[in-house]
């Protein structure tokens, strides 16, 4: 079995600002758990799939991107989960709200997938440093991060499938909006 994720992965020229602040993590406090991932925020979490059951998946991500509309989405600085990840925050978005309930809707009546819609809160945010961040790393990082400012704007096109390969997570497939 496969592990698989669904993501708005933000355009190539912010993953490149993002992954500054990754490695930055990663030379000061040895997590790096963020650079497994290129940026993005997280739409359907983390599942197992058969590989035969993946060209399905991609077909379905693909019809279920073509009900949905290109929009704007906006980052606003940093934030964080204590005491074990600091993020990007975004700022709060009906258009990026519908997404996630579409999918979980959406997958929820496949049950081939074995995708189930998550009870919690959908928290948008984009990961830097998670997991293996440990508390006493978290209380040094936090004040780097606190008053930083990060605003950033992108229109957000598409949602993309991430399969791990066993080290990292690779985009396998972006499923592009339908045309305004």
Request: proline share 7%; no cysteine.
């Amino acid at each position: 079995m496969n592990m698989y994720y669904i993501a708005v992965v933000l355009p190539k020229d912010l993953d490149e600002l993002i992954i500054r602040f990754k490695y930055y993590m990663l030379e000061k406090f040895e997590a790096k758990v963020g650079l497994k991932s290129p940026a993005h925020i997280t739409i359907v979490p983390p599942f197992w799939l058969h590989p035969e059951k993946e060209d399905g998946l991609r077909s379905d991500l693909d019809s279920l991107a073509r009900t949905l509309q290109p929009f704007r989405m906006a980052t606003k600085d940093f934030s964080a989960f204590k005491p074990r990840t600091i993020y990007i925050d975004v700022v709060p978005s009906e258009p990026l709200d519908e997404v996630k309930k579409k999918a979980d809707r959406y997958f929820s009546e496949r049950p081939q997938y074995g995708i189930k819609a998550e009870n919690r809160a959908f928290n948008p945010h984009i990961t830097i440093a998670t997991r293996d961040l440990h508390k006493a790393a978290f209380a040094e990082a936090w004040p780097y991060f606190k008053d930083r400012e990060f605003r950033k704007e992108w229109t957000v096109a598409g949602l993309s499938l991430l399969r791990h390969n066993k080290k990292d997570w690779d985009v396998i497939q972006t499923s592009q909006f339908a045309e305004v």
